[in-house]
């Protein structure tokens, strides 16, 4: 079969992470797949396994998802927009997939609804329609208003025959975080978590015995960073900050004048799932992909939940992980070098975790899951 997934990531780079391991299974399967991004390219994430269309990107202003940045970092202009689209119709007509596949939407860049919605309604009136599916992961940003449920539900109905969520319906319903409708039952597929295979150790053994900071690869997170620096004179352990977004430099040097003590930081490394395998603890944000990434390795685990822009995705996720042996939530309004070196202390001397190995297979259900739907189709 022939796969599109359609995924633009506005802040960090977690929904283009889970689409391209998506898009992997799909591809072991021996599918023809593409995936089209319209956020800002990642390099780390592309390893060049997988099509990759490369719309013209654009980016949140900040937490502020009204507002839509183009490459340049200036304000997306509407032919800058119209450009987008025209290039992700061209992308659906010259791949004309048999199953496509939309990341978040509709239940959330609605800013982008209009090139959404026209390649709904051009994939819906082409020759041979495709199965369309919405992709969504285990907790969603809350409706901020009952009317953005409803239009969510209305272009679902429209144009979807599907909606996969990767979670396990046990741990995490999706009625945790949307209001869940007869309507809208009817179209979940549970595909348990999407994570790619679990990393193993290191072949350099990189990381053992340190105390790992990330906060993935997007901008954010210089608040953890800060606050992991200045603790470093009261961590027993090295410390190793790993400092994402495009251009990390100008960020390394002014959190190596803050530090309190001597302190690796670096940019963001493609080996990071492994050096987790060696790692005293990990301090982090709470993403899905990083907490599935902690939840494989095993990892001691302090997680400071993104909450900027009213976001309260990431703070549940945290409170859920929380309840396990050497895991803690740490609000950022709680944030202090001392309370992060206290936590720490807490999480490595807590029982030891056993790495979680089942239920991670999400990717290989989905495949599995839109092969079956698109065959009664």
Same mark, same amino acid.
């Given at each position: 079969?022939?796969?599109?997934?359609?995924?633009?990531?506005?802040?960090?780079?977690?929904?283009?992470?889970?689409?391209?391991?998506?898009?992997?299974?799909? &591809?072991?399967?021996?599918?023809?797949?593409?995936?089209?991004? $319209?956020?800002?390219?990642?390099?780390?994430?592309?390893?060049?396994?997988?099509?990759?269309?490369?719309?013209?990107?654009?980016?949140?202003?900040?937490?502020?998802?009204?507002?839509?940045?183009?490459?340049?970092?200036?304000?997306? @202009?509407?032919?800058?927009?119209?450009?987008?689209?025209? *290039?992700?119709?061209?992308?659906?007509?010259?791949? #004309?997939?048999?199953?496509?596949? @939309?990341?978040?939407?509709?239940?959330?860049?609605?800013?982008?609804?209009?090139?959404?919605?026209?390649?709904?309604?051009?994939?819906? #009136?082409?020759?041979?329609?495709?199965?369309?599916? &919405?992709?969504?992961?285990?907790?969603?940003?809350?409706?901020?208003?009952?009317?953005? #449920?409803?239009?969510?539900?209305?272009?679902?109905?429209?144009?979807?025959?599907?909606?996969?969520?990767?979670?396990?319906?046990?741990?995490?319903?999706?009625?945790?975080?949307?209001?869940?409708?007869?309507?809208?039952?009817?179209?979940?597929?549970?595909?348990?978590?999407?994570?790619?295979?679990?990393?193993?150790?290191?072949?350099?053994?990189? $990381?053992? $015995? *340190?105390?790992?900071?990330?906060? $993935?690869?997007?901008?954010?997170?210089?608040?953890?960073?800060? &606050?992991?620096?200045?603790?470093?004179?009261?961590?027993?352990?090295?410390?190793?900050?790993?400092?994402?977004?495009?251009?990390?430099?100008?960020?390394?040097?002014?959190?190596?004048? !803050?530090?309190?003590?001597?302190?690796?930081?670096?940019?963001?490394?493609?080996?990071?799932?492994?050096?987790?395998?060696?790692?005293?603890?990990?301090?982090?944000?709470?993403?899905?992909?990083?907490?599935?990434?902690?939840?494989?390795?095993?990892?001691?685990?302090?997680?400071?939940?993104?909450?900027?822009?009213? *976001?309260?995705?990431?703070?549940?996720?945290?409170?859920?992980?929380?309840?396990?042996?050497?895991? *803690?939530?740490?609000? !950022?309004?709680?944030?202090?070098?001392?309370?992060?070196?206290?936590?720490?202390?807490?999480?490595?001397?807590?029982?030891?975790?056993?790495?979680?190995?089942?239920?991670?297979?999400?990717?290989?259900?989905?495949?599995?899951?839109?092969?079956?739907?698109?065959?009664?189709?």
């Amino acid at each position: 079969m022939r796969v599109m997934i359609v995924v633009t990531h506005l802040l960090g780079t977690g929904h283009l992470a889970r689409a391209l391991t998506l898009a992997r299974a799909f &591809a072991a399967a021996g599918d023809a797949v593409q995936v089209v991004s $319209g956020g800002k390219p990642a390099p780390l994430l592309d390893r060049g396994d997988v099509e990759l269309v490369q719309l013209p990107p654009v980016a949140s202003d900040g937490v502020d998802f009204s507002r839509l940045l183009d490459g340049d970092g200036a304000l997306a @202009t509407d032919s800058y927009l119209a450009t987008r689209q025209s *290039e992700l119709l061209s992308a659906l007509h010259s791949f #004309a997939p048999d199953i496509l596949i @939309t990341e978040l939407f509709p239940f959330g860049r609605r800013i982008l609804a209009a090139e959404f919605r026209a390649m709904l309604q051009a994939a819906k #009136a082409s020759p041979a329609p495709p199965l369309i599916c &919405a992709s969504i992961r285990d907790i969603l940003a809350p409706p901020s208003k009952p009317k953005k #449920a409803v239009m969510a539900q209305d272009i679902l109905t429209a144009f979807y025959d599907a909606v996969l969520v990767h979670s396990d319906a046990k741990l995490t319903p999706l009625e945790l975080s949307w209001p869940v409708d007869d309507g809208l039952r009817h179209m979940l597929h549970y595909t348990g978590f999407v994570a790619p295979p679990a990393a193993g150790t290191h072949p350099g053994a990189t $990381g053992h $015995g *340190e105390v790992i900071v990330s906060a $993935g690869g997007g901008d954010v997170g210089q608040h953890v960073y800060r &606050a992991a620096v200045e603790a470093a004179d009261r961590i027993p352990h090295p410390l190793r900050v790993l400092v994402g977004g495009a251009d990390p430099q100008m960020r390394i040097a002014a959190l190596h004048a !803050r530090a309190t003590a001597p302190v690796v930081i670096e940019p963001a490394r493609p080996d990071f799932r492994q050096m987790l395998s060696h790692a005293a603890a990990s301090v982090s944000l709470c993403g899905y992909n990083t907490a599935l990434d902690i939840l494989q390795a095993g990892t001691p685990a302090i997680f400071i939940p993104f909450d900027e822009g009213n *976001e309260v995705e990431q703070g549940l996720r945290a409170t859920a992980l929380s309840k396990r042996e050497g895991i *803690e939530s740490l609000p !950022r309004a709680t944030l202090t070098p001392d309370s992060l070196s206290a936590a720490i202390a807490r999480v490595i001397a807590a029982p030891a975790r056993m790495a979680d190995t089942i239920g991670f297979d999400g990717a290989a259900r989905t495949v599995e899951i839109t092969h079956k739907l698109r065959g009664a189709v």
